[in-house]
């Protein structure tokens, strides 16, 4: 009958979607993490006897992760509009060491609005942050003062490091590196907590402060930020993370050195070895060794002129120097193992392949607007520790009436 309802919809926590909270939340949960919705179809038939279309588990993680990010939109604002200086959040119990870390990625989207199909496909940046409580221990000396095996290893490094030719590195190197000895020199991850977003940088800064915060980690016994050299990265850092130690990521910055190795060597033995030299040094936390070797390099070649290539040594040196000058303070690895803090953005990248697991591939397209936005919420809230999207499910309101509800067609009989 028209216009009634059943009175107890709200505390059921049923709303206009004709779906129980339980079946909700194991749809909304195979969308999480299943590589597509028709799949996440398959697996609530097969696994749940549960029969809902993709196209239908599209609209409910849409409607849900939307939910996600209006109420974390909501606590942001609250966290902001506290009068200044803002009191820190005090943690639930102390905090060894807080970490936090953001990195960028991509993800292809498309036109919304535009009707079935796909309309102005392109890539779109997304940016992803990770925060980690971690367990840390200090010590009296650095406590792994030479470069790892691995690093030192060129065939581990063959999948990191372009244009590596293992054929033409001294096998003796190549072949006999002694296996290092584990140790717990290495910060250990207790718990973490993710989030992603196709929001700039600013917007995106803002939501990483509100959710440290909520974590208590200003108020952390230790705090660090681990990020790669894009500058936006730090600026968020300066503007809301002050208090952290800034540490470039140590990958990223071998990177940089393994490719200016080649462009002031003459083949690959050399440039490898130049390499290794360079990484222990680096390791050490000797950057400004390197620099200086750079600017000899550089007045050997001479100054890059402005209209050569990007390719031209001249100019890859140049930028070399320029990207350790920008970085060298935060580079300073032998104190950071020392005082117990990460040196490698690791976990970072590991969840970014996470969550590009679900997002990412050259046949998905995310709408610009709330499914795109949605679909990272709803992910990152997945690969959260703190159950966060459980809890969202659980606790979201009821609706007393259901909107969506069909209206009987008049019968031919009635009809005028």
Request: proline fraction near 7%.
């Amino acid at each position: 009958m028209i216009g009634i309802f059943f009175p107890q919809r709200v505390a059921l926590k049923l709303d206009g979607c004709s779906y129980s909270p339980q079946v909700l939340k194991k749809a909304i949960t195979v969308s999480s993490h299943a590589p597509s919705f028709l799949l996440g179809s398959k697996l609530l038939s097969v696994v749940g006897g549960i029969k809902i279309s993709g196209r239908q588990l599209n609209k409910l993680t849409t409607r849900i992760g939307s939910e996600i990010v209006a109420a974390q939109g909501v606590r942001r604002a609250a966290y902001f509009d506290q009068p200044l200086p803002r009191k820190p959040q005090e943690p639930a119990t102390p905090i060894s060491l807080a970490v936090v870390s953001n990195d960028g990625g991509m993800m292809q989207t498309r036109r919304a609005g535009g009707g079935r199909g796909v309309h102005d496909p392109h890539w779109r940046e997304t940016k992803n942050a990770l925060f980690l409580r971690m367990n840390s221990i200090s010590f009296d000396a650095d406590p792994h003062p030479h470069l790892p095996a691995c690093f030192a290893d060129p065939r581990q490094m063959k999948t990191l490091l372009a244009g590596i030719n293992t054929e033409s590195i001294a096998g003796p190197e190549a072949n006999q590196l002694a296996e290092e000895t584990p140790s717990n020199w290495r910060p250990e991850v207790l718990y973490r907590t993710c989030l992603s977003s196709l929001a700039d940088s600013e917007a995106f800064g803002r939501m990483m402060a509100c959710e440290a915060d909520s974590r208590g980690f200003y108020c952390a016994r230790k705090q660090a930020y681990v990020a790669d050299g894009l500058p936006y990265n730090w600026t968020i850092q300066k503007r809301y993370f002050p208090s952290f130690v800034p540490i470039l990521d140590f990958v990223h910055a071998i990177e940089h050195l393994y490719v200016a190795a080649r462009h002031v060597t003459e083949d690959d033995a050399s440039a490898w070895q130049l390499f290794r030299r360079w990484s222990e040094v680096c390791w050490q936390g000797q950057i400004l060794d390197v620099i200086t070797e750079l600017r000899t390099h550089q007045q050997r070649l001479g100054e890059p002129p402005p209209d050569c290539d990007a390719t031209d040594s001249r100019r890859v040196v140049a930028k070399a120097i320029g990207y350790f000058e920008t970085n060298a303070s935060r580079m300073k690895y032998a104190e950071y193992r020392q005082a117990g803090l990460p040196t490698t953005s690791a976990h970072m990248e590991s969840f970014v392949k996470e969550l590009n697991y679900r997002v990412k591939s050259t046949e998905k397209f995310w709408n610009d607007g709330p499914s795109g936005e949605a679909i990272l919420a709803i992910r990152s809230a997945a690969l959260s520790d703190d159950n966060r999207l459980n809890s969202h499910l659980c606790n979201r309101p009821g609706q007393p009436f259901r909107p969506n509800i069909k209206q009987p067609k008049p019968s031919l009989a009635n009809a005028s």
